[in-house]
């Protein structure tokens, strides 16, 4: 059992930057990676990134270079910060865990509730 809390969301301007925290409890160490998702109003989810406990970090191409994942093991928690904020940045944002399944890819099948990031211009 493993549950995940997002939290950091809220307003910001075109520009800014925005540190969004998910902390994760339970069974952690059945954890591969944890990944941040995102889905924009009227849009479907979509990978952002992901991290291993390692620290090896993964981003999509809409994000990189703006976004970076981090985490911190001791407080069982991993940091989204985004910078260069765009207006088409907007969506609830997601972390979730990942596990690693054959081909090398992985299954996530734990999800947090989200947060809410608005970009205004």
């Known amino acids: 059992q493993v549950q995940l809390v997002e939290s950091g969301g809220g307003l910001v301007q075109a520009g800014d930057s925005l540190r969004l925290s998910c902390l994760v409890s339970g069974r952690t160490s059945s954890i591969d990676v944890v990944g941040w998702f995102r889905q924009a109003p009227g849009k479907g989810r979509v990978f952002a990134g992901r991290i291993s406990w390692s620290g090896s970090t993964i981003y999509a191409d809409s994000v990189q270079g703006r976004f970076t994942i981090s985490r911190d093991n001791a407080k069982s928690t991993v940091y989204l910060h985004m910078t260069s904020l765009k207006p088409e940045d907007t969506a609830v944002y997601y972390c979730?865990?990942?596990?690693?399944?054959?081909?090398?890819?992985?299954?996530?099948?734990?999800w947090g509730q989200g947060t809410q990031v608005t970009v205004s211009s």
């Open positions: 979730a865990v990942g596990r690693l399944v054959p081909g090398g890819t992985y299954d996530w099948n734990n």
